[in-house]
């Protein structure tokens, strides 16, 4: 298939073009800098100059296309909304009726209830989301006539020593010599790999449903006290509680997201699409796997 990608340069883009290009998929990029377009090339895909507000651009890489996946994302842009909203929209009108988009959403759109685990029939509004960007974003692509859509709501994505989340806890615990969960840390997460992510955007595209949302997570949950320990074992750092209160004053809006739960019930990804992470777990991949080693260097 002849693929136009967005976020190509960046972390989970950057692992789904190898992932595409693997499985015999032709890929063009949106590079918004020279520096964009030198990772794109690399990876084996074919630039496409341009930024999100780009729209004729963008209408026209969707029309030459047989599928789009739009997995740029900027989750501290603060006017996300008006940036992605003519994107989509660009990019939804060029493609032709019946091929697949495939938009990159986030488990943050569903609401911070304690021991509720989110399936993809669980409401979601954007006031009771820290992204309610993408709950607007979703709604678009679904509402969307003629593409056949796919929504997938990843969890904490991890691994290849990435993810800004983590490599700022391990950032400031070798700095710091200590790292903090909120309050008893009890609050888990879902998380996924970022290998085990791409394969399924690659089985999204292949898939038959004209409107689909699944939840991209492996089984297996942490704690936000269980990832601080793993990072203070890697860091030779120790852990520490510290307040709500403690954590807006250091980290800000930050500190109201690692506050809240984030579970999420992957089975369906796995019934419709035959998806099943194989990766190490998050916790596994922190102590002995690519993040341990990045901190040997």
Known sequence: MRIFLTGASG???GVLTEHLIAAGHQVSALARSDAARDRVTELGAKAVPGSLADTETLRLAAAGA???VHAAVDFTHPAMHEVEQPALAAMLAGLKP????VYASTGLVYPDEPGLT???DTPVEPEHSPQPYKVLGERQVLAAEGPAVTVIRAGLIYG???TALLQGLIAGARERGVTAYIGDGGNEWSSVHVDDLARLYVAALTGDEERLVVNAASPSRSSMREIADAVADITMA????ITLEQAQQMMGPLAGVLARSSTMDPSRAEQVLGWKPVEPGLLDELRSGSYAA???I
């Open 11 to 13: 972390y989970l883009g």
């Open 66 to 68: 047989d599928a789009v």
């Open 98 to 101: 019946g091929n697949r988009f």
């Open 118 to 120: 989110a399936h993809e």
């Open 160 to 162: 290849r020593g990435g």
């Open 238 to 241: 120790r852990t520490v509680s």
């Open 294 to 296: 990045a901190t040997r």
